[in-house]
């Protein structure tokens, strides 16, 4: 058979691939789940943190990276803004640091600082990394699976939450992901209400709620919390996005078409909370897409109001997220369970 004619059958054969690979990056290990358009880079060691997530056909990491602070391991208890690498972190099962319920818990919870056992699975035509953690300060078992498949620009993951102790387990859990950004960026969320978290912490004029996402400022006009402003703004915003008519958010690079989208069950996650700088904090640039358990920030008041997360002794939660990476649009009306954006 002719040389070429072999190449040719290879070039028609070749098909969509999916591999998982290990290395070292800031000295620390680095799980890297990729296929042909997207590429996670996953640190067990820092709460199994995905620090990048580039879209490989545009070269594009649309997470938000600190260029100020390396990745690192770091005490548990630690003070998260001040070791806050960037990336997607899960926070779990607070936000705030206190007592709660007679227990110390630490700054934005257990999970960031602690390190997950990992192990890879293989398939034909996907990879699921298994990441697993106990809680230290929580008699817990956090289990999350994250599969992708070959051809697909959708990430699959599957939480499993199991309360070990004699009690019931009232909590906030929140996605954690700090995307990148530009003035041309775009946040979609099919909410109806928004509030400050704190008044320090907006420009909104009140403390709301008021209709999402057109909300007064302190100037008299009117705000669209749906846009980004420049970094050089110097302004910060931190808000909870309520009354979710579906389970979904995402951000949007109008210019370039491409954008980052996230499906999760409202009735688990009942609000998205976002946390935008500006500028305006440690002089930072990026804005956390958040869907939480909980409202508000302070867990004791949550508690008391009945809007937190609750798992009885012995009792597992079990909960499916999809992150989309997706082209071809400049804003998001929806996105369904399977990850299809329109």
Not at 97 to 121: C, F, R, S, T, Y
Not at 150 to 155: D, E, F, T
Not at 193 to 217: C, K, N
Not at 266 to 274: A, D, G, I
Request: glycine share 8%; aromatic share 8%; proline share 8%.
């Amino acid at each position: 058979m002719p040389a070429h004619t072999l190449t040719q059958r290879q070039s028609l054969e070749k098909k969509p691939s999916v591999s998982v690979s290990t290395q070292k990056q800031y000295n620390l290990p680095v799980v890297l789940l990729e296929n042909d358009l997207l590429r996670l880079e996953i640190f067990p060691t820092l709460g199994a943190k995905i620090y990048r997530l580039i879209h490989k056909p545009t070269d594009t990491n649309l997470l938000w990276n600190n260029s100020h602070i390396e990745p690192r391991e770091v005490p548990l208890g630690s003070n998260y803004d001040d070791n806050f690498s960037g990336g997607w972190d899960e926070l779990f099962p607070n936000d705030a640091p206190g007592m709660v319920e007679g227990k110390n818990l630490p700054d934005h919870g257990e999970l960031w600082a602690q390190p997950w056992d990992v192990e890879i699975h293989r398939e034909r035509s996907s990879a699921t990394i298994h990441l697993t953690c106990l809680g230290t300060v929580t008699t817990t078992h956090m289990e999350k699976w994250v599969t992708l498949k070959a051809g697909s620009n959708v990430i699959h993951f599957r939480h499993k939450l199991t309360n070990l102790g004699a009690h019931p387990l009232k909590f906030l859990w929140k996605l954690h992901p700090a995307m990148a950004i530009s003035p041309d960026h775009r946040i979609d969320v099919p909410g109806t209400t928004v509030e400050p978290v704190h008044p320090d912490w907006s420009r909104i004029a009140g403390a709301g709620p008021h209709p999402w996402p057109l909300a007064p400022s302190r100037e008299g006009s009117s705000l669209d919390l749906r846009r980004i402003p420049p970094a050089q703004d110097g302004t910060k915003e931190f808000v909870y996005v309520r009354g979710l008519k579906e389970g979904w958010c995402a951000i949007t690079d109008t210019r370039k078409k491409l954008g980052f989208g996230l499906v999760f069950p409202k009735e688990v996650f009942t609000s998205v909370w976002l946390f935008m700088t500006f500028g305006g904090w440690r002089g930072h640039y990026t804005a956390i897409l958040e869907p939480c358990t909980a409202y508000p920030k302070d867990l004791n008041t949550a508690i008391r109001t009945g809007n937190c997360g609750r798992l009885a002794s012995g009792r597992s939660l079990e909960v499916e997220v999809k992150a989309v990476v997706y082209e071809g649009k400049t804003q998001v009306r929806h996105i369904d369970s399977s990850g299809k954006v329109s």
